[in-house]
């Protein structure tokens, strides 16, 4: 179990094994590559970030994550890998999946609501670049990224 606090001063547990918490994650995030870039998506008033969202009634939660990468990104998910949960300690805790995942195809005329689309970068433009969202800096994501950067294997296209 990783500890640490985000950059809203909420304390955060992260764990890379199933079933961790005690509550059931209601939220999910994506880190997704295509043709060896990251996908993100430009949210208008947090910055670029990882696509995510919230799991709707009657979604399985791999269901939610799926469709939460399409709606922000235009981009179809080919294969998804669950790899960590994370709580946050606010007044009413909540907990988080992430998943990674290789998408097939983004589809640039998609119409995006909720963002302003899609983002590709490589890693130095994501590790370098100051208009990420505040999540995306916080020490969770770092160790996030990191486990990432372990299976790098797997995200080869």
Known sequence: MFTYTDLNGNGCELSFKK???SIEPK??????????KWLLTDHPKRGYEFPGGKVEKGETIEEAAIREVFEETGATIGSIEWLATYMVQEQMPF???VFTAKVEMIDRNHPNVETRGVIL??????LANEHLSFYMKDLGMKKI???VSEREDKWEN
């Not at 939220?27 to 060896?36: M, R």
């Not at 970068?121 to 994501?126: A, F, K, T």
């Open 19 to 21: 079933n961790a918490f």
């Open 27 to 36: 939220h999910v995030l994506v880190l997704a590559k295509y043709e060896g």
């Open 95 to 97: 907990t988080k999946a």
């Open 121 to 126: 970068m490589s890693e130095e433009e994501l």
């Open 145 to 147: 990224l990191e486990k």
